[in-house]
């Protein structure tokens, strides 16, 4: 039976998955006042751990949306952030990877966290719920999908239709969206296969004083597997990766489950099985992802290995992309060619992430091999190299968009995690608006904000803001961040848009806001 949204008329966005990313997506597009149906084929959300991490730079998306302090009552302690290699949790300890050092210190007004996905998943649905103004239907597949010019509608197994402006997809790695637009994906489909066990049980004999990511456990006894805390009491993950030369792995049994964490604790423990997963390992990347009025965001998007951490957090970071260019042209303010930046801007980081997680990946075999063959002088070495992986500062913060939704000109040097370059993330920094000092990373979203050396030199942007119907914020900053320039324009996610030179004024402003929005005011 035909279904249409409950609600209001006005601008409305079907999202296609009810994961964290998808409900990033409704979170965001509540903030910007647009009605959101958001379609999940579970009938509730997973309580599986899966991802463990939460990046430095969706930890400030976090704490801009208020979300910090309910992941912080739920996140490890911050010592958390060291891989622990023994034969097991019982027996030798063989190395550990080195602690984060102090030379990136400043960059951000927060940090990673480690909190698993299930927490973050209930954190951003009661988010979304406070909200208000999404229908969330759980236990809905979606299997059909149709587009015209003006709308999109989506058919669900049951028969109903939901018609909308816009669909994001963000059901995953299988994505049935996908699957129905024809979008193909390229690159490493099957590196392997993953089987996840998930189980309560008192490790603290064991691991009291040994906080760390995770345990990597077997290496030299020829069975290794990864015991990490999800809860920092008594609920663990343990992981065994299988080859991907053959046909998917059966999930192991509760009993081949127990002996799998016997093994790697190296003790005869009783632990209680609460989940088995097993799922493939791949890195790719959608070759599209726009079809019309239909945008691919998270695994629809893009899979990684899990040895990294940015599945989620890219994912997180593709909605915040794109719900701000959905919300300008849905209230006319900008033109349709706005969204194709989501495509141009996003696609980089993911292949991007893909190949840094790839890598990491293959590190991790390499410090196995090592471990194996006694080998210190390699391990030594593999485990320097594994400090970048803890930390990722560059990799989370320093990424920039070449094309896109920026404005052309020169790019001053310096590193864009202490200056202004064009596409890329604003640099933290304490920034004044309306006589209120705060940090840049969390202040400078959800508006188009211009951020000056002097602000009364920029008086009249305002104007030129409401020109395009935009409420232009001005923010007074310290000169060095600006690297010599007098302003920069940062987009609603924290993107540096334009940089301005000395001759420039409230005029070059004007044009460069005509060209982001592809109108004339």
């Known amino acids: 039976m035909p279904s249409a949204p409950s609600g209001s008329p006005g601008p409305h966005v079907t999202v296609v998955g ?10 965001l597009l509540r903030r910007a006042g647009i009605r959101c149906t958001v379609l999940e084929r579970d009938t509730a959300p997973s309580p599986h751990p899966k991802a ?27 010592g958390a952030n060291q891989f622990i290699y023994c034969d097991s949790l019982a027996g030798a300890e063989i190395a550990r990877s080195p602690r984060p050092d102090d030379r990136h210190a400043g960059v951000s007004v927060t940090g ?56 994001i997809a963000a059901d995953g790695v299988a994505s049935t969206v996908r699957d129905l637009l024809g979008v193909a994906v390229e690159g490493e489909g099957v590196l392997g296969y993953g089987q996840s066990i998930y189980w309560h049980g008192d490790l603290s004999r064991w691991t009291r004083g040994r906080l760390c990511i995770q345990f ?47 093994r790697a604790v190296g003790a005869e423990i009783d632990p209680e ?37 940015f599945g989620m957090n890219t994912g997180v970071q593709d909605v915040d ?9 849905l209230r006319g303010l900008a033109g349709d060619a706005l969204l194709d930046t989501y495509e141009t801007e996003r696609i980089g980081v993911a292949r991007a992430n893909a190949a840094w997680s790839v890598a990491n990946g293959a590190r991790f075999r390499e410090i196995g091999a090592a471990i194996a063959r006694g080998d210190d002088t390699a391990l030594h070495r593999l485990l320097e190299e594994q400090r970048d992986h803890v930390e990722a500062v560059e990799q989370d913060l320093a990424f920039g968009y070449g094309a896109g939704a920026v404005a052309e000109g020169e790019v001053p040097d310096g590193t864009p995690l202490r200056y202004a370059r064009p596409g890329h993330r604003f640099p933290e920094t304490p920034v004044v608006i309306d006589g209120e000092r ?30 395009f119907g935009l409420d232009l914020v001005l923010a007074a900053v310290d000169p060095d961040v600006l690297h010599g320039r007098p302003a920069a324009l940062v987009r609603p996610d924290g993107i540096v848009a334009w940089l301005a030179h000395p001759a420039d004024g409230p005029d070059r402003l004007r044009a460069v806001l005509g060209s982001l929005l592809g109108r004339r005011p």
């Open 273 to 309: 099985i609460i989940d088995i997963t097993t799922w493939r390992i791949s890195a790719c990347v959608a070759v599209r992802w726009r079809a019309g009025r239909v945008f691919l965001a998270g695994d629809a998007a893009h899979s990684f290995p899990p040895t990294g951490g």
């Open 52 to 78: 463990r991490g939460v990046r430095t730079r969706t930890m400030e998306l976090f704490t801009r949306w208020g979300l910090a302090g309910a992941l912080d009552a739920r996140a490890l302690p911050a």
């Open 216 to 262: 990597l456990t077997g290496h030299r006894l020829g069975h290794p597997a990864s015991i990490a805390c999800v809860d920092g009491r008594d609920r663990w993950v343990t992981m065994v990766t299988r080859p991907g030369g053959g046909s998917r792995p059966r999930p192991p049994d509760p009993g081949e489950a127990v002996a799998i964490i016997r």
């Open 321 to 329: 992309n794109l719900v701000w260019k959905l919300a300008l042209v």
């Open 438 to 467: 705060r940090s840049s990373t969390v202040a400078l979203g959800d508006r188009f904000t211009l951020v000056t050396r002097r602000e009364q030199e920029w008086a009249a942007a305002r104007a030129e803001g409401e020109r």
């Open 112 to 167: 990673p966290r480690r909190v698993s996905q299930d927490v973050v998943q209930r954190v951003l649905l009661d988010a979304v719920r406070r909200a208000g103004g999404v229908d969330l239907r759980w236990g809905t597949e979606v299997t059909g999908l149709r587009q015209s010019a003006e709308q999109v509608t989506v058919t669900t197994r049951d028969g109903d239709r939901v018609t909308a402006d816009y669909v």
């Open 18 to 27: 009810g994961g964290p990313v998808g409900l990033s997506a409704a979170l």
